[in-house]
């Protein structure tokens, strides 16, 4: 029952609490935060490329990159409890997506760490859908479907399992370039007890800088999953595609925008958490 009113009451607060992202948050609370983040981040991707891609998919998914650890001690002893974990994924996406060669844009933030991590809460749409139900998922966040191309972008980097985009090449595929079949094949025939799911790169060119080559590979039918194909493919997006692949500035300042509104939806202002893997210990109310 109270738990009932507790909820009641934070439903009423919700609106307030929503309204409260800006540019610049902590620079009274905790001023270093964001060059604390920085530095964390600098740190790691120059043992590990791989974790630009970790935390781009990281907004998207709900699965956890060790870095966030590493930046949250660091922030912990400078100012404890000021810093909110998705505040941290946020910077440190901004920061690695610039240190990768993307542009640099400045981030909205005071989000609060959600108290509850629902499963069902995570709906990331299928590597098999059309670009126009994929479009649905991202309508229903007030996303346009320039925006969804846009971030879609974000396959400039990182890996698919095999098991994402295996059907695409057991089966001849007339819309993957050959060359790119046989290759992927030759990775997933590798597939062995110790790596069951090998992965390949979703950017055949430039799998670790964020740049329009994704775009580019797209429109030579080398995308790796089928949706992202599908966006060089399909009417409703194949001019977006082609745009971004002949001006590399324009997908550049697209990226920096899309990435900003993808950070201020679903923003749940709730708790910071201490440790970004669990939720505080609860007070009895
Ligand atoms: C229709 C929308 C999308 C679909 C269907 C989709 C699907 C997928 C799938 C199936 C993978 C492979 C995962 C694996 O093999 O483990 C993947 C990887 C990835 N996705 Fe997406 N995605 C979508 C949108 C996005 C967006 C909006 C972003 C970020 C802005 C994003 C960023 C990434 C990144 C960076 C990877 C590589 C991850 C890594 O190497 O660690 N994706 N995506
Ligand atoms: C939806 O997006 C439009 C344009 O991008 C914006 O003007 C509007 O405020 C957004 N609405 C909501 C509810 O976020
Ligand atoms: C490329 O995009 C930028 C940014 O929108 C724009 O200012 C520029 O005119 C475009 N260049 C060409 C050649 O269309």
Redesign the pocket.
């Known amino acids: 029952m109270r738990l009932k009113v507790t909820f009641v009451l934070f439903l009423l607060i919700l609106p307030l609490a929503l309204a409260n992202l800006r540019v610049g948050f902590y620079r009274r609370s905790c001023p270093n935060a964001e060059s604390i983040v920085r530095a964390a981040v600098r740190r790691r991707l120059s043992r590990d490329k ?1 974790i630009t ?2 935390l ?2 990281m ?2 998914h709900d699965c956890f990159v060790r870095l966030i650890d590493e930046a949250k001690k660091a922030l912990e002893a400078t100012c404890p409890s000021k810093v909110s974990c998705a505040d941290i994924i946020t910077l440190a996406t901004r920061d690695a997506v610039f240190l990768s060669g993307g542009p640099f844009y400045f981030v909205p933030t005071g989000r609060r760490d959600s108290l509850v991590s629902d499963p069902d809460e995570v709906n ?4 098999i ?1 059309t670009v126009s139900e ?1 479009f649905q998922a991202f309508r229903a966040k007030n996303m346009s479907m320039d925006d969804m191309v846009t ?2 972008g ?2 400039t ?5 095999c098991s ?1 985009f295996l059907d695409r090449i057991t089966r001849p595929d007339p819309t993957m370039d050959r060359g790119l079949a046989a290759k992927l094949r030759s990775i997933c025939g590798a597939a062995s007890g110790t790596n069951p799911d090998p ?1 390949a790169f ?1 950017d055949q060119a430039t799998p670790f800088a964020v740049d329009n080559q994704f775009f580019k590979q797209i429109g030579l039918k080398r995308g790796v ?1 089928k ?1 992202d194909q599908e966006l060089a493919n399909d009417p409703l997006s194949r001019r977006i595609v082609s745009g971004f692949a002949a001006n590399a500035t324009l997908f550049r300042t697209r990226f920096a925008q899309a990435m900003v509104k ?1 950070g201020n939806i679903q923003v749940l202002v709730r708790e910071i958490r201490k440790n970004c893997r669990v939720f505080n210990p609860r007070r009895r109310i």
Do not use: C, K
């Open positions: 791989s891609a970790a781009l998919r907004h998207f990331l749409p299928g590597p859908l994929a971030l879609l974000a396959h980097v990182g890996v698919a399992h994402f992965t979703l999953m949706i993808m």
